[in-house]
Nanobody, 116 residues
């Protein structure tokens, strides 16, 4: 059974940093690409970043390029999202995602609020 647990969210001032973590279990972690999505109030869920199975390839939404970094540790079954230079428009619930056989799996999400 796929299980994803996000952590690391919180309240941060503009310009600050946060590091999100997603602990995965119930599947062979190193066999799947992993993604971070976010959903702001009143908006659709959007892809933030994705990393390939061994971390060789990454993609980012244009809005976060140069500020966010996705990484993974396959020995710990964990994927990370380092978020720097945070802006108020980064405020959202952030979700960890894996897709298996065309089916998406989601964690419960972690709230990130960027405000002074």
């Amino acid at each position: 059974q796929v299980h994803l647990v996000e952590s690391g969210g919180g309240l941060v001032q503009p310009g600050g940093s946060l590091r999100l973590s997603c602990a995965a279990s119930g599947f062979t972690f190193s066999s799947y690409a992993m993604s971070w999505y976010r959903q702001a109030p009143g908006k659709e869920r959007e892809l933030v970043a994705q990393i390939s199975r061994v971390g060789a390839y990454t993609i980012y939404a244009d809005s976060v390029k140069g500020r966010f970094t996705i990484s993974r540790d396959n020995t710990k079954n964990t994927v990370y999202l380092q978020m720097n230079s945070l802006k108020p428009e980064d405020t959202a619930v952030y979700y960890c995602n894996v897709e298996q056989r065309m089916r998406p799996y989601w964690g419960q999400g972690t709230q990130v609020t960027v405000s002074s």
